[in-house]
């Protein structure tokens, strides 16, 4: 049963209404999990709002909002705005001359919809993600990482709380509590610069190679990404 709250959803289907021209009923309530009966529901709801929904009557016709239409203030939950935020701050490691001019105000509107006490962590995000050079030597290994593990990595990683999971390397398996510092982008592969709790040092975990996550109540203050990287020697640079 989809338990999704209805201004949740209601903000899914003007997201795919600026999508493109032009939905059906049913390919509306395909994309969002839903019998037809709630999408109709769900644009009475949009229409009594004002937004300016248009039909074509008969078999097959389809809904859309006029070309050019605002669609109003766009309202994230905060794991959205976690999201957003991480997606900026790569894009800021990265120099990406699509986003820099604009950048700066969009981290500090999107830090508002986290508490106060959490706006610290939000400014310093960017310093936390690493970009080295290209994985070469492991491109044709790596893997999309497991998407049951990204979210508790992800809160890991910004709320600064250790991390209980489980590490394939090499067919064995090895169960470790971590603490997650740094995110290290050699592309394509994405790894975790972390404090291995088993084994009492810096180490670097690939994303892909964890099976496994979850959250734990231990929390850590970052540490110099320097000094870790330092303990590595070369082997970030010989990716």
């Known amino acids: 049963m989809n338990r999704e709250p209805v201004t949740d959803r209601l903000d899914r289907v003007l997201g795919l209404l600026a999508s493109r021209p032009s939905w059906t009923a049913p390919e509306l309530a395909a994309e969002l999990g839903v019998c037809v009966r709630t999408v109709r529901r769900d644009l ?128 064995v398996r090895t169960v470790r509590v971590v603490e997650p510092h740094y995110l290290l982008l050699s592309w394509p592969a994405w790894f975790l610069l972390v404090w291995d709790h088993l084994r009492g040092a810096v180490r670097m975990l690939r994303v892909d190679r964890i099976e496994s996550a979850r959250l734990t109540g231990s929390t850590f203050r970052v540490r110099s990404s320097e000094s870790m990287l330092a303990t590595l020697g070369d082997v970030f640079a010989a990716l």
């Open 44 to 171: 009475s709801r949009l229409a009594a709002r004002g937004v300016p929904i248009e039909s074509d009557a008969g078999r097959g016709g389809g809904v859309r909002v006029p070309a050019r239409t605002g669609l109003g203030r766009v309202q994230l939950d905060a794991r959205e705005a976690l999201d957003l935020l991480l997606a900026l701050a790569l894009a800021e490691r990265l120099g990406s001359p699509l986003l820099l001019s604009t950048v700066k105000g969009l981290r500090q509107k999107l830090s508002a919809a986290f508490p106060l006490e959490e706006r610290a962590r939000v400014s310093g995000l960017r310093r936390r993600i690493l970009v080295g050079p290209t994985s070469r030597n492991i491109a044709e290994s790596w893997k999309a990482p497991r998407a049951a593990v990204l979210r508790p990595i992800q809160e890991s990683f910004f709320e600064q709380r250790a991390l209980e999971l489980t590490y394939r390397a090499n067919d």
